[in-house]
């Protein structure tokens, strides 16, 4: 498929464009059910497959366009799309509330995995913040910083493991507070282990073709149009390859897996920080850190903010807000709001 502008034209890209997101967005679908049957049937829990499995998967196809933006030489669009996807993907979870009306999802979610991820995600943001205002070094291209990146994030999930295992905080249970337990399997019930994972696989598979047909066509589109990398990157391509992230998102929570809602966003979240990692190693101009520009450094600040904000809701867990959304989610919207003006 060509993606000369001048062959297909904006309508032919526009649409292209469509089809990569409806495909992310039916396979992101139907992964997170079989996420959701993998946590019971191996007793992981929700908290951790949701960070690792969930998490890593939905986040194939953002990978995909990050590091083939990163390897093409353009670094705003890999930067804008990682750092976008995590803004967009916090602001998921407050479109998950609203969806849930039992109680506030921060109430009935609560729990030490997911606050644990939370505390993890707001570490790693931290990284290319300090790297960009720290000295410009790199060894065969590659800044320390994504080293840190990639130690800081396995050492988090080997503590989250850790923690599950030993755990030395509770939330306090609620008749609102929706536990971790098996839920019945339905039409999966009849998939043996290996058909299981073998239809995960797939359907990550699928996942990576559409997220580096996104990359591609992010580029053209931005090409055709005259907009800025970033605002492609930060807003279309972001968008777009999180659009796994939201559907699991609703999925999960009406099958009533609110743990794997949270944690399977959260988990991606830190996931997706493994994208300037992945990035910084396939752009070959030296540290990509070194090319963050000022919306881009916004960001980060603002979605460490978000992060924070959700941090807290899942600590002081109001049962029920104005309009039946907690004030946490709503306050991490209008932040969001302020992430896409300031991208635009």
Same mark, same amino acid.
């Given at each position: 498929?060509?993606?000369d502008?001048?062959?297909l034209g904006?309508?032919?890209?526009?649409l292209?464009?469509?089809v990569?997101?409806?495909?992310?967005?039916?396979?992101g679908?139907?992964?997170a059910?079989?996420?959701d049957?993998?946590?019971?049937r @191996?007793?992981?829990?929700?908290?951790?497959?949701?960070?690792v499995?969930?998490?890593?998967?939905?986040?194939l196809?953002?990978?995909? &366009?990050s590091? @083939?933006a990163?390897?093409?030489g353009?670094?705003?669009?890999?930067?804008?799309?990682?750092?976008?996807?995590?803004?967009?993907?916090?602001?998921?979870?407050?479109?998950?509330?609203?969806t849930?009306?039992?109680?506030?999802?921060?109430h009935?979610?609560?729990s030490?995995?997911?606050?644990?991820?939370?505390?993890?995600?707001?570490?790693?943001l931290?990284v290319?913040?300090?790297?960009?205002?720290?000295p410009?070094?790199?060894?065969?291209?590659?800044?320390?910083?994504?080293?840190?990146?990639?130690?800081?994030?396995?050492?988090?999930?080997r503590l989250?493991?850790?923690?599950?295992?030993r755990?030395?905080w509770?939330?306090?249970?609620?008749t609102q507070?929706?536990?971790?337990v098996?839920?019945p399997?339905? &039409?999966?019930?009849?998939?043996?282990n290996?058909r299981?994972?073998l239809?995960?696989a797939?359907?990550?598979?699928?996942l990576?073709?559409?997220?580096?047909?996104?990359?591609q066509?992010g580029?053209?589109i931005?090409d055709a149009?005259?907009l800025?990398?970033?605002?492609?990157?930060?807003?279309?391509?972001?968008?777009?390859?999180?659009?796994p992230?939201?559907?699991? &998102?609703?999925?999960?929570?009406?099958?009533?897996?609110?743990?794997l809602?949270?944690?399977?966003?959260?988990g991606?979240?830190?996931?997706d920080m493994?994208?300037?990692?992945?990035s910084d190693?396939?752009?070959?101009e030296?540290?990509?850190?070194h090319?963050?520009?000022v919306?881009?450094?916004?960001?980060?600040a603002m979605?460490?903010?978000?992060?924070? &904000?959700?941090?807290?809701g899942?600590?002081?867990?109001?049962r029920h807000?104005?309009?039946?959304?907690g004030?946490?989610s709503?306050?991490?919207?209008?932040f969001y709001?302020?992430v896409?003006?300031?991208?635009?």
């Amino acid at each position: 498929m060509s993606l000369d502008p001048s062959t297909l034209g904006i309508g032919g890209l526009v649409l292209w464009f469509a089809v990569a997101a409806l495909t992310i967005g039916l396979a992101g679908t139907a992964i997170a059910r079989l996420a959701d049957v993998i946590a019971d049937r @191996t007793g992981l829990g929700e908290a951790i497959v949701g960070a690792v499995l969930l998490g890593g998967a939905t986040s194939l196809s953002g990978i995909v &366009t990050s590091v @083939t933006a990163a390897w093409q030489g353009h670094p705003s669009l890999a930067i804008s799309n990682a750092m976008g996807g995590i803004a967009i993907q916090t602001a998921f979870l407050a479109v998950a509330d609203i969806t849930y009306r039992k109680a506030n999802l921060e109430h009935a979610a609560a729990s030490l995995g997911n606050v644990s991820q939370a505390a993890l995600l707001v570490i790693l943001l931290g990284v290319p913040l300090a790297a960009l205002f720290g000295p410009n070094v790199a060894a065969w291209g590659v800044h320390p910083a994504s080293l840190v990146i990639v130690v800081v994030y396995l050492g988090g999930l080997r503590l989250l493991g850790q923690a599950r295992r030993r755990p030395m905080w509770f939330p306090r249970s609620t008749t609102q507070t929706v536990a971790d337990v098996a839920q019945p399997e339905g &039409t999966t019930a009849t998939l043996s282990n290996a058909r299981l994972y073998l239809g995960f696989a797939l359907l990550a598979g699928v996942l990576v073709v559409a997220g580096y047909a996104v990359s591609q066509l992010g580029l053209a589109i931005a090409d055709a149009t005259g907009l800025a990398q970033t605002t492609v990157g930060g807003l279309l391509t972001a968008g777009v390859t999180s659009l796994p992230e939201l559907v699991t &998102t609703i999925a999960a929570v009406h099958r009533g897996a609110l743990t794997l809602a949270v944690g399977g966003l959260i988990g991606g979240n830190a996931f997706d920080m493994l994208f300037l990692a992945l990035s910084d190693v396939a752009y070959r101009e030296g540290s990509i850190y070194h090319r963050f520009n000022v919306q881009e450094a916004f960001v980060v600040a603002m979605t460490i903010m978000m992060t924070g &904000t959700l941090l807290l809701g899942l600590l002081r867990r109001q049962r029920h807000g104005v309009a039946r959304i907690g004030f946490e989610s709503a306050l991490i919207l209008v932040f969001y709001a302020l992430v896409v003006a300031v991208i635009l």
